[in-house]
């Protein structure tokens, strides 16, 4: 897939989105770990601009945030990291489900949730050992990160699904400088 110049604007202007966000909710006092800002921008880029500008956003949001917020954190347990790999695989999977094999977006949503969950569960069973840290079982990673998220997943079923064909239907993308 061939990303342009357009393309990739529009993907910085989501990954803006995805270091804002999070720093609205925690003016709120909601926690990032509990309703997942940082992720609406990244599964919008993912469904709405593809699987490359999804990869590109979910990658570089948490590392930027970090750089500029100190939000999620690199030290001494490496979330930006973490997190980078697990937008990665969010921003990638929603725009194969949706875009490339064309399912329907709750469905789409659904298994890119489980999917970046996973990535994250793989991710950390990697880096605990390099760390020095205990191993956990991939069940518990992957139990504890879905209950401590519960309230974001549904907010991201609730929101991503209207927003997303809304603007497909309304061309909105097309009005943001297209």
Known sequence: MKITLNSLLKTAMLVTLGIVLPMAFHAFGWSGRVFLPMHIPVLLAGFLLGPLPGVIAGATTPLLSSVLTGMPPMAPMPIALQMSIELSAFGLLAGIFLNS???NIVLSLVLTLAGGRLALG????ALF???GLPAVPLTVIFGASLVTALPGLVLQIIAIPPIVLAMKKYNMLKHLGA
């Open 129 to 131: 050992p390099l760390l």
């Open 101 to 103: 094999l064309k399912l």
């Open 122 to 125: 793989l991710t950390t069973m």
